[in-house]
Nanobody, 114 residues
Framework: EVQLVESGGGLVQPGGSLKLSCLTS????????MSWLRQAPGKELEWVSS????????YYADAVKGRFTISRDTDKRTIYLQLNDLKTEDTAIYYC???????RGRGTQVTVSS
């Protein structure tokens, strides 16, 4: 059974940083393209970033490019999202998702506020 468990969210001031983690199980992480998505209050689910299988090519939405970094540690079965220079508009629930299947975890809340 595929399971994705996000953690690392919290309350941070504008300009601050957080590192989100997504612990995976039930599949071989390296062979799947993985993504981070987010959903802000009252808004639709939004794609944030992806990392390809094997070669670890990374992709970012324009809104986060240069501020967020996605990475993968296959030994730890974990996907990460480093969030830097956070803005109030980054406030959302962040989800880790397995591409192709669309399976995602329950999410972790990120709140950016002064």
């Amino acid at each position: 059974e595929v399971q994705l468990v996000e953690s690392g969210g919290g309350l941070v001031q504008p300009g601050g940083s957080l590192k989100l983690s997504c612990l995976t199980s039930g599949f071989y992480l390296e062979s799947w393209r993985m993504s981070w998505l987010r959903q802000a209050p009252g808004k639709e689910l939004e794609w944030v970033s992806s990392i390809s299988a094997y070669a670890q090519v990374t992709y970012y939405a324009d809104a986060v490019k240069g501020r967020f970094t996605i990475s993968r540690d296959t030994d730890k079965r974990t996907i990460y999202l480093q969030l830097n220079d956070l803005k109030t508009e980054d406030t959302a629930i962040y989800y880790c998702a397995q591409n192709t299947t669309g399976i995602r975890g329950r999410g972790t809340q990120v709140t950016v506020s002064s």
